[in-house]
């Protein structure tokens, strides 16, 4: 297998190690792992389940704290940096996407992509205009004032989307986007990531079980048993 191209990375870890539980319960999910990821690519992570995906996602996206280790966005390492500055970046440039889609019931679609600008103080009017900007660009133009029960599953993780790339974040990370739905639906999601990845250069890492994804990725990580192997694709088309 192939390592990833040399340029400079996005986000990296090195030496990432964690383990859960204590003393003879203790058990290890990452061992000493070497990653990189690139501007503008997406990576996807596999491996059966258990083998420690969302455990790697969390650390990476300064979520969870690791045992051992450094997890650096460009020079920074996440874990060095004072809270309130982790908090920062957290907010300004990474953003996540879930598998449930965590949207309120009660919100339209461009109230939903419009509340995370509203929350940093931006004024009604532009967020309502750049919310619906996002929601064109995921093709969801025409479904602006729909609420999630008036939804699809894949209208709804695309709302999903629109909201975590509104603030054109740097890194987006993926848990599982397309396990809730169909496999054209899924496909069609990660085709649009792909897009998204390429027109903005936001660096994607996505969890999927789902091997159909394999094509459209850049890079791809197999993680078994705590450790991880860092397979290039092709030039995904
Ligand atoms: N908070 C926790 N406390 C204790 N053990 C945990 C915790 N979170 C995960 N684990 C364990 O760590 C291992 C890796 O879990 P993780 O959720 O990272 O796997 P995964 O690859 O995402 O699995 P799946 O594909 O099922 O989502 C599993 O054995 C799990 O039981
Ligand atoms: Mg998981």
């Known amino acids: 297998m ?23 319960t203790r058990a290890p999910v990452l061992r000493e792992l070497a990653l990189r990821f690139l501007p503008g690519q997406m990576t996807l992570v596999m491996g059966a389940s258990g083998s420690g995906k969302s455990t790697l996602l969390a650390a990476l996206g300064g979520l969870l704290r ?20 982790l908090e920062q970046l957290r907010k300004r440039e ?11 019931s009660a919100l339209t679609a ?6 995370p600008l509203r929350l940093d103080g931006e004024v009604r009017a532009a967020a309502r205009s750049r919310a619906e900007q996002a929601l064109a660009e995921v093709g969801l133009d025409r479904h602006l004032h729909l609420r999630p029960a008036e939804l699809s599953g894949g209208e709804k ?5 629109a909201r975590a790339l509104v603030k054109h974040p740097s890194v987006l990370f993926a848990d599982e986007p397309t396990s809730a739905l169909d496999s054209l ?10 897009e998204l990845t390429r027109r903005h250069g936001t660096t994607i890492v996505a969890v999927t079980h789902d091997p159909r994804l394999k094509p459209h990725a850049d890079c791809i990580v197999n993680l078994c048993d705590g450790v991880a192997v860092a397979e290039r694709q092709g030039a995904a088309s």
Do not use: M
């Not at 990474?94 to 309120?104: E, K, P, S, T």
């Not at 993780?157 to 989307?161: D, G, L």
């Open 66 to 85: 690791p045992d051992a280790g450094e997890v650096k966005f460009g020079a920074n390492s996440l874990w060095g940096l004072a809270p309130s500055l």
């Open 2 to 24: 192939k390592a990833c191209p040399d340029v400079p990375a996005t986000l990296s870890a090195h030496g990432l190690s964690h383990a859960y539980g204590r003393g003879a």
């Open 185 to 194: 639906n899924g496909e069609r999601v990660i085709r649009l990531l792909r």
């Open 110 to 115: 461009i109230e939903q992509v419009a509340l």
């Open 94 to 104: 990474f953003a996540y996407v879930f598998q449930g889609f965590n949207l309120f």
């Open 157 to 161: 993780q695309r709302v999903a989307i």
